[in-house]
């Protein structure tokens, strides 16, 4: 091949410019390659000095064509931009322009500048193109303009036979952000848990009002993990999203109310107290939507009208006693002890109940405010005594340390020297956990609680109890994916695995099952419950 005169290419260029000969521009550049660093930047350089409606295709060409040049020669980009830059209406001629093929560049081109004007020539391109990639790619530049005129469009590419312009169009959406958007968007919704969730982050992100009520439907969810995802993403919203949820507790889905209830008390917004207040007062038939109502209190500051939780203690559920008790201790005060101390000083069978109630919640401040009454020792050391060990040594400590350790001593009781039948109890709520250790206990097995499935995952790969019972609704493990990893080690009859939830969901119920769990069981349970499913499984 014969070595390149630079000088006369340069100059073929110049020529090429002032007639407007592309072609002859073309077959120069195509030598770039060819010639060294210098020449290649004068021959850009001559190009950028043209008018604009022949540098540009001229450029487009090279990136086109001439890939592993232009990844060398930075220059031919910039110039490109720089041209666009300076004249950014020309975008939507050469947008328009048929003799231009490979639109990429300018399509990228719109999206970085953001460029609004570009919309409708984008739109004309998309409605016309037959290739995937190319449609792909306008569909994630409408996304970034954000233009409100592409929703249209792009609600159509949400039912695409591609999944991946589905994916696109999603993501498009969620940049558009508009409420017409996130209406499309919850229209979508309910066909693929991977685009459900995906769709939920984006209205976790807008949080406009109609994403905060798409997000607080999602709480009654028949599926789990998308109940679960929601909760977790509305509160992290915090504040924000507390008026919608508040609003929940005048509906009648009990599970719906529990799930609104468990946000309201992990957020901790004082502007709850009230409606949960007044939601006790109607007296909800639904023991779990009274136990969520006293948990959700327990996480709030409650600055007035503390007095009114001494109700809960009286339940006929244990449970919701329990979730009472754990509320006043974290809002104690001296008119909730005088209330208290009035329930038990007849130290009759509603005392005795109270009293083992407030043993087995470890509830200290509430404690600590009794122990100096002489019928409250009483009543305690029918308890104290058969307590679970962790229980008594807690008790005992707390009693050291403040100055009664005459009746410290009394909580000994008998020694448990026998091995006891262990038993597995998962739940993401501490307050249910202790209520499992003093009801196993009471039962006679060991509890083995777990507070995250992913310990007890693990737990479990070394130690083998009779039996696994687990919540449904946990963040990042759910219980149905908790019983499905126990299934990878151990068969339905070697390990039983009973769930435990407040829920009674057909899909929810079929999954578990499908996952391996043998038995599924509602809160609140009770000894005399627990045991009889129980000892479905295990021989006595």
Same mark, same amino acid.
């Not at 604009?52 to 086109?64: A, E, G, N, Q, Y």
């Not at 969730?197 to 999602?218: C, G, H, R, W």
């Not at 909800?284 to 809960?312: I, M, Q, S, W």
């Not at 039948?421 to 998962?426: E, G, T």
């Given at each position: 091949?014969?070595?390149?005169?630079?000088?006369?290419?340069?100059?073929?260029?110049?020529?090429?410019?002032?007639?407007?000969?592309?072609?002859?521009?073309?077959?120069?550049?195509?030598?770039?390659?060819?010639?060294?660093?210098?020449?290649?930047?004068?021959?850009?350089?001559?190009?950028?000095?043209?008018?604009?409606?022949?540098?540009?295709?001229?450029?487009?060409?090279?990136?086109?064509?001439?890939?592993?040049?232009?990844?060398?020669?930075?220059?031919?980009?910039?110039?490109?931009?720089?041209?666009?830059?300076?004249?950014?209406?020309?975008?939507? =001629?050469?947008?328009?322009?048929?003799?231009? +093929?490979?639109?990429?560049?300018?399509?990228?081109?719109?999206? =970085?500048?953001?460029?609004?004007?570009?919309? &409708?020539?984008?739109?004309?391109?998309?409605?016309?193109?037959?290739?995937?990639?190319?449609?792909?790619?306008?569909?994630?530049?409408?996304?970034?303009?954000?233009?409100?005129?592409?929703?249209? /469009?792009?609600?159509? !590419?949400?039912?695409?036979?591609?999944?991946?312009?589905?994916?696109?169009?999603?993501?498009?959406?969620?940049?558009?952000?508009?409420?017409?958007?996130? *209406?499309?968007?919850?229209?979508?919704?309910?066909?693929?848990?991977?685009?459900?969730?995906?769709?939920?982050?984006?209205?976790?992100?807008?949080?406009?009002?109609?994403?905060?009520? $798409?997000?607080?439907? /999602?709480?009654?969810?028949? !599926?789990?993990?998308?109940?679960?995802?929601?909760?977790?993403?509305?509160?992290?919203?915090?504040?924000?999203?507390? &008026?919608?949820?508040?609003?929940?507790?005048?509906?009648?889905?009990?599970?719906?109310?529990?799930?609104?209830?468990? #946000?309201?008390?992990?957020?901790?917004?004082?502007?709850?107290?009230?409606?949960?207040?007044?939601?006790?007062?109607?007296?909800?038939?639904?023991?779990?939507?009274?136990?969520?109502?006293?948990?959700?209190?327990?996480?709030?500051?409650?600055?007035?009208?503390?007095?009114?939780?001494? @109700?809960?203690?009286?339940?006929?559920?244990?449970?919701?006693?329990?979730?009472?008790?754990?509320?006043?201790?974290?809002?104690?005060?001296?008119?909730?002890?005088?209330?208290?101390?009035?329930?038990?000083?007849? $130290?009759?069978?509603?005392?005795?109940?109270?009293? +083992?109630?407030?043993?087995?919640?470890?509830?200290?401040?509430?404690?600590?405010?009794? #122990?100096?009454?002489?019928?409250?020792? =009483?009543?305690?050391?029918?308890?104290?005594?058969?307590? *679970?060990?962790?229980?008594?040594?807690?008790?005992?400590?707390?009693?050291?340390?403040?100055?009664?350790?005459? %009746?410290? +001593?009394?909580?000994?009781?008998?020694?448990?020297?026998?091995?006891?039948?262990? #038993?597995? @109890?998962?739940?993401?709520?501490?307050?249910?956990?202790?209520?499992?250790?003093?009801?196993?206990?009471?039962?006679? !097995?060991?509890?083995?609680?777990? =507070? %995250?499935?992913?310990?007890?995952?693990?737990?479990?790969? $070394?130690?083998?109890?009779?039996?696994?019972?687990?919540?449904?609704?946990? &963040?990042?493990?759910?219980?149905?994916?908790?019983?499905?990893?126990?299934?990878?080690?151990?068969?339905?009859?070697?390990? &039983?695995?009973?769930?435990? /939830?407040?829920?009674?969901?057909?899909?929810?119920?079929?999954?578990?099952?499908?996952?391996?769990?043998?038995?599924?069981?509602? $809160?609140?349970?009770?000894?005399?419950?627990? +045991?009889?499913?129980?000892?479905?499984?295990?021989?006595?």
């Amino acid at each position: 091949m014969a070595e390149l005169n630079t000088q006369h290419m340069i100059d073929e260029v110049r020529d090429n410019i002032q007639t407007g000969d592309t072609l002859k521009t073309k077959l120069v550049l195509a030598h770039l390659p060819d010639v060294d660093m210098k020449t290649q930047n004068r021959l850009i350089y001559e190009l950028s000095r043209g008018d604009v409606r022949f540098t540009v295709p001229i450029l487009l060409h090279l990136m086109t064509e001439h890939v592993e040049i232009v990844d060398k020669l930075p220059i031919i980009k910039e110039t490109l931009l720089s041209n666009l830059l300076a004249y950014p209406e020309l975008l939507i =001629e050469f947008l328009s322009d048929p003799s231009i +093929k490979d639109k990429t560049h300018l399509i990228n081109v719109a999206g =970085e500048l953001r460029f609004e004007e570009a919309v &409708p020539a984008l739109l004309y391109l998309v409605a016309n193109s037959q290739d995937e990639a190319e449609i792909k790619l306008i569909i994630e530049t409408l996304g970034m303009i954000g233009d409100p005129q592409a929703i249209n /469009t792009l609600t159509d !590419y949400l039912y695409a036979a591609n999944r991946e312009l589905i994916v696109a169009a999603i993501q498009a959406l969620g940049q558009v952000g508009t409420q017409s958007a996130m *209406h499309r968007l919850a229209e979508r919704m309910g066909t693929d848990n991977e685009m459900d969730y995906m769709i939920l982050s984006i209205f976790a992100d807008v949080q406009d009002p109609v994403s905060l009520e $798409k997000l607080n439907d /999602t709480l009654a969810s028949h !599926y789990a993990h998308m109940r679960i995802y929601a909760k977790q993403e509305l509160v992290r919203i915090g504040a924000k999203a507390v &008026p919608a949820l508040i609003g929940n507790l005048l509906q009648d889905d009990p599970d719906f109310i529990i799930h609104t209830l468990n #946000v309201l008390g992990d957020i901790g917004d004082e502007s709850a107290i009230m409606p949960i207040r007044k939601l006790l007062e109607k007296g909800p038939k639904d023991a779990n939507v009274r136990f969520a109502a006293y948990e959700a209190l327990a996480l709030l500051p409650l600055r007035k009208g503390a007095y009114t939780l001494t @109700a809960g203690l009286t339940d006929p559920e244990d449970h919701v006693c329990v979730a009472a008790a754990r509320a006043i201790d974290q809002n104690y005060s001296e008119i909730l002890t005088a209330g208290i101390k009035n329930l038990l000083r007849s $130290k009759d069978e509603e005392a005795r109940h109270i009293t +083992k109630i407030i043993v087995n919640a470890q509830v200290d401040k509430v404690f600590l405010s009794l #122990v100096g009454e002489d019928f409250f020792q =009483e009543l305690s050391l029918i308890y104290l005594p058969h307590a *679970h060990k962790d229980t008594k040594e807690h008790y005992a400590k707390l009693l050291e340390e403040n100055g009664f350790k005459d %009746f410290a +001593k009394k909580l000994k009781g008998d020694d448990e020297v026998e091995d006891k039948l262990k #038993v597995v @109890a998962v739940d993401d709520s501490r307050m249910i956990l202790s209520i499992y250790k003093a009801t196993l206990h009471e039962l006679g !097995y060991e509890p083995v609680l777990f =507070e %995250f499935p992913a310990t007890a995952i693990e737990w479990l790969q $070394k130690e083998k109890p009779v039996m696994v019972l687990t919540d449904l609704n946990m &963040p990042e493990i759910t219980g149905v994916m908790l019983a499905a990893e126990i299934r990878k080690k151990y068969s339905p009859k070697e390990l &039983p695995i009973i769930m435990v /939830t407040t829920q009674n969901e057909v899909n929810d119920n079929d999954a578990a099952y499908a996952a391996g769990v043998n038995k599924v069981i509602q $809160k609140p349970f009770n000894a005399a419950l627990l +045991k009889e499913s129980m000892d479905e499984f295990l021989e006595n």
